[in-house]
């Protein structure tokens, strides 16, 4: 684990529903991970990626945010293409591939309900997204995969919703100094309907390279 002083414990007892649901799997799925997920990457990273929670065939499942389920079908060739990760994507947490540059983070660590967590889990969580961001002394830009991040990040930061509107490659400017660019959620939903192409989430990523200083 490449933060693994900032991680929750393998039981986090944090949030009641998420344990319901975590022991619910466990017992369906005993090999699974099955516990919260551990951000991925590069410790040296000075662009930070976060998505809203793992979901419950991929990162639950394997242990590593975005693998094994249809948002890192596009998310890891994103990454490729964009010079940010070097090897080959899998679809399994031992596939041999690496970030070069990047984090990737989650905002709710554990799998949700129906995959949305409730604002008492966003909350919760916050201590964890907060250090983790906090541990990355490179950091310099930092992008939402999806309004629910985005959202998390702008009440991390005490900023207004209203004020900085969620809008696939806005930029924001963070009181701590770091950019947020906003991206749409690399779900298969979104895939699926057009809405996010490979081609436009690496144009954010190369938003993220050109604000890199």
């Known amino acids: 684990m490449p933060l693994a002083e900032s991680e929750p414990p393998r039981d986090c007892a944090l949030c009641p529903r ?3 649901l975590r022991e619910e799997v466990r017992a369906d799925y005993p090999l699974w ?11 040296a990273a000075w662009l930070a990626l976060v998505g809203l929670a793992p979901g419950k065939h991929g990162a639950h ?18 990454l490729i293409e964009a010079g940010l990760a070097r090897g080959a994507y899998g679809g399994e947490a031992e596939d041999g591939l690496a970030l070069q ?9 554990c799998l949700p309900p129906a995959n949305k967590p409730i604002r008492a889990e966003f909350a919760a969580c916050s201590r964890y997204l907060s250090a983790q961001l906090d541990a990355l002394p490179a950091l310099q830009v930092v992008v939402a995969i999806g309004k629910d991040a985005h959202d998390a990040l702008l009440r991390q930061h005490g900023l207004t919703l209203s004020r900085h509107k969620f809008a696939h490659g806005a930029v924001h400017d963070l009181p701590d100094g770091t950019r ?9 939903y979104n895939v699926n309907t057009g809405r996010l192409t490979l081609a436009m989430f690496v144009d954010v990523l190369r938003q993220a390279i050109a604000l890199h200083r």
Not at 61 to 78: M, V
């Open 33 to 43: 991970w099955n516990a919260p997920v551990p951000a991925w990457g590069d410790p």
């Open 18 to 20: 998420l344990v319901a």
């Open 61 to 78: 499942r394997t242990g590593r945010p975005f693998t094994g389920d249809g948002a890192g079908d596009l998310l890891f060739p994103a």
């Open 180 to 188: 947020l660019i906003d991206s749409y959620h690399c779900s298969r």
């Open 101 to 109: 540059g990047a984090m990737i983070l989650n905002a709710v660590k």
